[in-house]
């Protein structure tokens, strides 16, 4: 069985990645699937254990830290710890698919070093940080204090987009939607009609 590639979505939080990484599931369905990250995060309405995170207290997160179960972690924002497990790509490579992942900058450039030319990166870039403070408002899954956290790192996660092997912009969101689709079905090979 061939084994699948890795494609990886970063952005600085709000421009767009989880939104551009659940159309792309939903288009190639047969073909890939996504990596579904541990978090200590409190879980937001509407999300499912084991389909949006798997959400772990920080003992638990801890322990597998140690126990060097994750390909990578990072406490994203403080005392919000977020890591991909080794056995989640695994499994999923293992079924044949390609994995897809939202991760941060620092997390997705650390999954390209390790998997290199069967790995592609793409940056979502916002078209300006007031649009993050917009939509994450408009998303109202923060608080005023957690936002302000988010917007902080902005600038420093787009300075890294350079990094990416393609920056996607996120402005017009059917657009970015459909040049999600080619730049995932150019990557995967995938020249037959969806
Ligand atoms: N092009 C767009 N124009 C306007 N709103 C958008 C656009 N793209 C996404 N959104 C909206 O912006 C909000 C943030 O998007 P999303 O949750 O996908 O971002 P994210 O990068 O995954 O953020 P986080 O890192 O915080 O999880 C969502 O409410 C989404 O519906
Ligand atoms: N380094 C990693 N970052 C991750 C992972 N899973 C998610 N994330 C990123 O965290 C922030 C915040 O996510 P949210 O769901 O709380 O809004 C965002 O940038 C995610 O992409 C991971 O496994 N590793």
């Known amino acids: 069985m061939n084994r699948g590639k890795l494609i990886v979505f970063s952005a600085p939080s709000g421009a767009g990645k989880t939104t551009l990484v659940k159309h792309a599931l939903e288009i190639f369905k047969q073909d890939l699937a ?3 990250s541990c978090t ?3 879980m937001r309405e509407g999300e499912t254990h084991g389909k949006d995170y798997y959400f772990l ?29 080794k056995s989640e790509v695994d499994r999923l490579m293992d079924e044949g698919k390609s994995v897809i992942f939202d991760i941060d900058v620092e997390g997705g450039l650390n999954i390209k070093k390790l998997y290199g ?3 592609l990166t793409v940056f979502v870039h916002p078209p300006s940080i007031n649009s993050l403070k917009e939509r ?3 998303r109202n899954t923060e608080t005023e204090e957690k936002l302000k956290q988010r917007l902080e790192k902005a600038d420093l996660e787009i300075a890294t987009a350079p990094k990416f092997d393609v920056v996607l ?11 999600t689709v080619s730049i995932i079905r150019n990557f995967l090979n995938l020249h037959h009609q969806i």
């Open 40 to 42: 200590t995060r409190q």
């Open 117 to 119: 030319k069967d790995c």
């Open 169 to 179: 912009w996120n402005d017009d969101l059917d657009k970015a939607k459909n040049e």
């Open 136 to 138: 994450l408002r408009a």
């Open 34 to 36: 996504f990596s579904i």
């Open 57 to 85: 207290d920080l003992e638990d997160f801890k322990q597998k830290i140690e126990q060097n179960e994750f390909i990578e972690w990072e406490e994203v924002y403080t005392n919000n710890f977020y890591g991909t497990l």
